[in-house]
């Protein structure tokens, strides 16, 4: 690792960038301990602030893990999830050494607001079914999901006959309901953790955060479920294909 006293990168940033190109030519693995901020400050001739800087600027893109009193650690791949699957969070997140599982908040059936009612495209006296689920990945939370399933005419009652808590809704809803799904309508945008998202999520706040927001479709293009989720920015990755036409 060599540091140019004479470039007009930042001493920090120069520091950062050579721990970066080692996790990418995988010298250093997932799991792998760094060296301490003195071994760092010796062999490169640099402050201690300068190297806590770039460990820091690593910690917040969720490239290593600080263990307190124990180390820092090169941090598990980031989650690449694709824009053009509507899959669900079990099935965009099925890979071998990867257990999904989620924690349920809220399951309840009552009215809409006028805005999901909207979303929907049913009333404020129609039913919806309110699932809301912490998701987790080998124990790590780092989704949280609220959702509204059109239930007018109580034609998804048979939701509120299963455990969430394990089973996939988009599964019940195929296997059970004859739902197929067809398209739905996503938006995300990035911000800080709100106070909420600090107790649910467990993550500190002001952490950067994806929200989306998604309407998902039946094949008749009836909109069957509103929802709206966080994920953590540190963990996640979302990828589109694009084309000129």
């Known amino acids: 690792m060599r540091i140019n006293t004479e470039s007009t990168v930042p001493v920090y940033l120069q520091v950062a960038n050579e721990i970066k190109k080692n996790i990418k030519d995988e010298t250093l693995k997932s799991g792998d301990m760094l060296p301490s901020d003195r071994v760092y400050c010796e062999e490169l001739g640099v402050s201690h602030m300068t190297v806590k800087k770039a460990i820091d600027l690593l910690a917040n893109e969720g490239l290593v893990i600080r263990k ?3 180390g820092t650690f090169i941090a598990e791949p980031k989650i690449t999830q694709s824009l053009f699957t509507l899959t669900g969070f079990t099935g965009d997140n099925k890979s071998p050494g990867r257990e999904t599982y989620s924690k349920v908040l809220n399951f309840k059936e009552g009215h809409p607001s006028a805005d999901i009612a909207k979303k929907l495209m049913i009333t404020e006296k129609d039913s919806v079914i309110n699932l809301k689920r912490l ?3 080998n124990d790590d939370i780092v989704a949280l999901e609220d959702a509204y399933i059109n239930n007018k005419n109580k034609r998804y009652q048979e939701i509120m006959n299963h455990d969430f808590e394990r089973e996939s809704l988009y599964q019940i809803l195929k296997e059970k309901c004859n739902v197929e799904l067809g398209l739905a309508k996503e938006t995300i945008e990035v911000s800080s953790a709100t106070e909420e998202i600090n ?9 950067p955060m994806f929200y989306l927001k998604r309407i998902s479709y039946n094949i008749e293009e009836e909109p069957i479920e509103y929802v ?18």
């Open 135 to 137: 998701r987790m990945i």
């Open 68 to 70: 307190k009193g124990v």
């Open 199 to 207: 107790m649910q999520m467990e993550v500190p706040l002001g952490k």
């Open 228 to 245: 709206e989720s966080v994920y953590r920015a540190d963990k996640y990755i979302f990828s589109a294909v694009l084309t000129t036409q």
